[in-house]
């Protein structure tokens, strides 16, 4: 059955947050959380005592698909939320937005870049460009600016965010005329990646490609420059590499990464500016989506 919610002035309007804090996703969930407690603080701030105070309650999806359906059912049963934002990885918002959508609960993606989110039905919503808006411009520019002509393609197949993520680069690989000399797969949790890149190596790809979540992602770099792949040689990231944990785990060894964004923290537009500023001084670091990968 769908709800009807309305609120007055002075009321509290609570939100779900199911972001991954544990889990392969963590470093991503850590500053969705900061972002989201961010924004509520300066709503409330301007809204006063007599306008609506939202009450984000955060919640851990531990980045599986399960977790992610225990929170949705607290929060749309227990809590009775106006609406989740959420869940930080698309194999787990595939199976949550049904829950949602069924409930009549209004959902707002704010990280599922991964084929049919939206698709599920008219209470799910998205802010976060897919990868197949992305990755095409991604290589286009790639291409244009490094010559690339032939790639060697690395993604995890047991995700819904990595395999949509390959899909993207393939497709737009083909489109853009180069050449894929082998593809190449890992898991979810996989710590050795030597023998795929191993075989990649041999192939002299000009570039290789990656669509991985940051930790298999931090992994991968760090190997693939360990086995003597050089800087020379860019890795090829999607929207998994928007983290600051691949240039914390990967160090040095993310020199040469590039990778496509919705989003440049240097805008200058006056609303960026003053985000980067906010979240800057009241965390202590810069938000994601920033930093060493580049931007072509």
């Known amino acids: 059955s769908v709800r009807s919610v309305t609120f007055a002035a002075g009321q ?13 996703a963590a470093a991503y969930g850590a500053t969705q959380k900061n972002g989201i407690q961010l924004a509520s603080d300066e709503i409330n701030a301007a809204a006063g005592s007599d306008g609506i105070k939202i009450v984000p309650l955060f919640d851990d999806d531990a980045s599986v698909p399960q977790q992610g359906i225990n929170v949705y059912n607290k929060f749309i049963n227990a809590d009775r939320v ?9 194999n787990t ?8 959508q069924q409930s009549g609960v209004p959902v707002l993606a704010i990280s599922n870049t991964a084929k049919g989110i939206t698709d599920i039905g008219d209470y799910i919503f998205r802010d976060s460009l897919t990868e ?19 790639v060697a393609i690395l993604y995890g ?39 795929q890149l191993t075989q990649l190596k041999s192939l002299n790809p000009d570039a290789i490609v990656v669509s991985a979540l940051v930790e298999e992602a931090s992994g991968i770099l760090s190997q693939a420059r360990q086995l003597g792949i050089p800087a020379t040689v860019p890795i090829i990231g999607g929207n998994g590499f928007h983290s600051p944990a691949l240039i914390k785990n990967a160090g040095e060894s993310a020199e040469g990464v590039i990778v496509g964004a919705a989003w440049n923290m240097t805008s200058t537009n006056p609303l960026n500016k003053h985000f980067v500023e906010a979240y800057t001084n009241r965390f202590g670091s810069p938000p994601s989506m920033s930093g060493k990968p580049r931007q072509l």
């Open 93 to 100: 918002a595939q199976v949550t937005n049904r829950i949602a």
């Open 132 to 150: 197949a808006v992305v990755i095409p411009n991604t290589i286009r520019v790639a291409k244009e600016k490094l010559g690339i002509k032939k």
């Open 82 to 90: 106006a609406l989740i934002i959420g869940p930080t990885l698309s």
């Open 12 to 24: 509290e309007v609570k939100i779900g947050a199911a972001l991954s804090m544990t889990g392969a």
């Open 157 to 195: 197949d047991d995700d819904a965010f990595t395999k949509g993520g390959y899909d993207a680069f393939k497709n737009a690989l083909s489109d853009a005329g180069i050449e894929i000399l082998s593809e190449m797969t890992f898991a979810k949790g996989d710590r050795n990646f030597s023998p």
